[in-house]
């Protein structure tokens, strides 16, 4: 089992810059496809980011696309959220997710980390 905790979050001004880490306990992340997740009051959680197991690949929601870089550090067992340009519409309750594929899917959620930004 993975236990994953968010750290990062807090209130920025628009056009400021956070950085969210998801610091991974119990195993190694380093074969789960790790991505972050928002949800904003009254609204369903929606994908922000992924980076595959080897790094390589990226993908991002077209909402975030350009202002937002995930990252990964497997010898920290650490996934990074660098988010630039901060905007209104990018307040929300942050969530770090690991996936593998086993035979059968599994998938770890933290607790998320608040992401405020004023205007």
């Known amino acids: 089992q993975v236990q994953l905790e968010e750290s990062g979050g807090g209130l920025v001004q628009a056009g400021g810059s956070l950085r969210l880490s998801c610091a991974a306990s119990?195993?190694?992340?380093?074969?789960?496809?790790m991505g972050w997740f928002r949800q904003s009051p009254g609204k369903d959680r929606e994908f922000v980011a992924s980076?595959?197991?080897?790094?390589?690949?990226?993908n991002y929601a077209d909402s975030v696309k350009g202002r937002f870089t995930i990252s990964r550090d497997d010898a920290k067992n650490t996934v990074y959220l660098q988010m630039n340009s901060l905007k209104p519409e990018d307040t929300a309750v942050y969530y770090c997710?690991?996936?593998?594929?086993?035979?059968?899917?599994?998938?770890?959620w933290g607790q998320g980390t608040q992401v405020t930004v004023s205007s």
């Open positions: 997710n690991a996936v593998i594929i086993v035979g059968s899917s599994y998938s770890y």
């Open positions: 980076i595959s197991w080897s790094g390589a690949s990226t």
């Open positions: 119990g195993r190694t992340i380093r074969t789960y496809t």
